[in-house]
């Protein structure tokens, strides 16, 4: 026969964990009426609330949902649940929105920023390869090892022709190439370059036809650092 334990005394278990600081020992309130109300409902309740007090989670029909008729017809759940069901609110998506405008119309001058660097890069590329073929072609021919035309002082009459090949001196069926294809301009797209003789000025913009002395950007833009292109 169990022994019965008198009224708000804690029990051995509960005091145990009390002991050891699990949970806070809490007296167990007296029933309103205890003609109605028994002891092991008291002791029920006692440890429900320690169990609260601990962290413990509820139990699972304190997620139960009611469902109230709408105004529209059909039913939704009633409460904080259906406040938190409900989504984003227009305040908030206009928030969002404007954030996104700001960060895109940070990003597109940063983009063309970056693409526009990448270009004059490429530029400078073609134009010191070109320079440095007519630089070379002009190195061979002062080495009698290409045949001079009349007029160009050694220098190639065109672009073409250092892709194509010259016939070298003292060989046969042997040509010196000295550029795989004439490169496109990056500012125009086009594989068109402005060209000058040795009997230009520096600063010409027409070419007379004699030779390629040097090449320049056809483009009329201005560089990041407000230098003109075909002035490189």
Known sequence: MSRLRPF????????????HGRVRPRRLEAPESAGHVSFEESVKRGETRARRDA???????????????GAAGGTRPSGSMYRRARGFTMVELTIVCALIMILTAMAIPISRYATKRQKEVELRYDLRMMRSAIDKYKQYSDA??????LGTEGYPKTLDIMVEGVDQIGQIHKKLKFLRKVPVDPMTGKAEW????????????SWGGQDVYDVYSMSPDRAIDKSYYRDW
């Open 194 to 205: 402005g060209l000058r003789s040795l009997q230009d000025e520096s600063t010409s913009t």
């Open 144 to 149: 009698g090892l290409l045949p001079v035309d």
């Open 55 to 69: 962290g413990r989670p509820p139990r699972p029909e304190a997620y139960s949902v009611t469902y109230v008729e």
């Open 8 to 19: 708000g005394a804690q029990p051995a278990a509960s005091a145990r964990r009390a002991r």
